[in-house]
């Protein structure tokens, strides 16, 4: 059973709370570290993070402006530095050398400016459906959902919406569905479900009018990395993944058949894959 725990996050419009989930023992030896993508939240692990914690710490955020942590007063700070901001807020609570690190999507991009740095805490990466170049195209697709704030009578509304906007993701079973409504969506006060974050997240990346570019820092990685790709993802195209086992750290790559972005890292066959490249 995960643990729910919080933390202060500091951004240029004060203080904000981050809520993250904590399964395993504080001083086990090793401690994974999980982000999730976008929209998203801690409660996509939950399922991964159950079978890994039998033989690590396990860590996942909800990143500022979704599930249980603070919405920022100014939208403008939802950026990548302020996720970084918070996440080393988060590494420094944890009082820990090293990290494994599995990265959903944006969680994955954070995952590589991170891994790229000196002296980087680091040990293995997991990248899910994430790499070091991201097409304009498919930036343009995702902001064509990001910050609607949709009103939904029931949480089977928000499960219809989900299977709509995640059926190529994946594979999800009817209780995965279940789970990602219950816990990505919220309560308004009028008793109607909304979507579980701040449509303003939408504000800066909404604004990007160029590929996302991280080669160079892709290149500085040096510790053992593997990709999870989705076979027809838009977000990772083959192309890009291909190059990835070519340079930098050279990744592992397993392609999961039949599916888009992102793989939900919530099925036997893609948790094996995680298990046995983490040593688990």
């Known amino acids: 059973m995960a643990e729910r725990k919080t933390l202060q996050g500091l951004s240029p419009c004060g203080f904000h709370a981050l809520s993250y989930l904590e399964w395993g023992h504080a001083d086990s030896a090793r401690t994974i570290v999980c982000i999730h993508g976008l929209t998203r939240n801690a409660h996509d692990f939950d399922t991964l993070a159950q079978k890994l914690s039998t033989k690590a710490r396990v860590i996942a955020l909800d990143l500022v402006g979704r599930g249980q942590s603070d919405w920022l007063r100014d939208p403008s700070h939802y950026h990548q530095a302020q996720y970084l901001a918070d996440i080393n807020a988060l590494l420094a609570r944890l009082n820990v050398r090293q990290v494994d690190w599995i990265g959903t999507s944006l969680g994955g991009l954070l995952g590589i400016v991170l891994a790229a740095q000196p002296n980087t805490p680091i040990r293995r990466l997991v990248l899910n459906d994430a790499g070091p170049f991201v097409p304009l195209a498919s930036l343009q697709r995702i902001a064509m959902y990001v910050g609607i704030d949709p009103i939904f ?17 994946g594979p999800f079973s009817d209780d995965d569905y279940i789970h990602l409504a219950r816990h990505g969506s919220r309560q308004r006060p ?13 504000l800066n990346f909404n604004a ?8 160079p820092l892709y290149q500085m990685i040096t510790c053992p ?9 838009d977000v990772l195209p083959e192309p890009v993944a291909k190059l990835m086992t070519e340079s930098g750290p050279r990744a592992v790559l397993h392609t999961i058949p039949h599916i888009g972005h992102v793989p939900g890292l ?12 983490l040593g688990l």
């Open 153 to 169: 009578a029931s949480q089977t509304q928000v499960e219809a919406w989900y299977r709509q906007v995640y059926s190529l993701s």
């Open 190 to 202: 009028n008793g109607t479900f909304g979507l579980g974050y701040d449509p303003s997240i939408s």
């Open 208 to 215: 990007l009018a160029t590929d996302i570019n991280l080669w």
């Open 225 to 233: 990395t593997m990709v999870i790709r989705g076979e027809i993802s």
């Open 266 to 277: 919530c099925d036997a066959h893609q948790i094996s894959l995680i298990e046995q490249f």
